[in-house]
């Protein structure tokens, strides 16, 4: 029986700020209906790894791809991997969710009033 198509892959990122490379070379696979928890300890890079998934940070190296589905990304004067169609990421991102911890939730408003307070 043929394997399913990976809800998420990411296949060999990196991310460096200056000389130090907070990413070496990270590979992970998610199937549709995996719950995945990411540990580690402080500055470890478990939320560059998150932000560098849907471009909210831009890695140095490697491949993402969202339901079988590669990003397509392009090398920037400065070295990062940037997307080369921005419809894709906005679309992709669209599709790709993340819960972080410390939210600093308002204890009195309601979900959605917590989430758009920001942009107000």
């Not at 990122?13 to 992970?28: A, C, N, P, T």
């Not at 990304?73 to 990421?89: F, M, P, S, Y």
């Not at 599709?95 to 917590?114: A, C, K």
């Given at each position: 029986m043929a394997e399913?198509?990976p809800a ?6 990196h991310?460096?700020y200056?000389?130090l490379?907070?990413l070496?070379?990270i ?7 995996d719950?995945i928890s990411i540990?580690?300890?402080?500055g470890?890079g478990k939320?560059?790894f ?9 890695p140095?190296?490697g491949?993402?791809f969202?339901?079988g589905?590669e990003?397509k990304l392009?090398?920037?004067k400065?070295?990062?991997l940037v997307a ?15 819960v972080f911890q410390?939210?600093n ?13 920001a942009?107000?």
């Amino acid at each position: 029986m043929a394997e399913a198509t990976p809800a998420l892959e990411i296949r060999n990122l990196h991310k460096r700020y200056g000389d130090l490379e907070v990413l070496k070379g990270i590979s992970l696979t998610a199937k549709d209906g995996d719950v995945i928890s990411i540990l580690g300890s402080s500055g470890s890079g478990k939320s560059t790894f998150l932000r560098c998934i849907n471009l909210l940070e831009n890695p140095h190296q490697g491949q993402i791809f969202v339901a079988g589905e590669e990003l397509k990304l392009r090398a920037a004067k400065n070295g990062d991997l940037v997307a080369a169609d921005n419809k894709q990421i906005n679309r992709l991102r669209s599709e790709i969710g993340f819960v972080f911890q410390n939210f600093n939730l308002w204890p009195h408003m309601s979900v959605l009033d917590n989430i758009i307070e920001a942009p107000r």
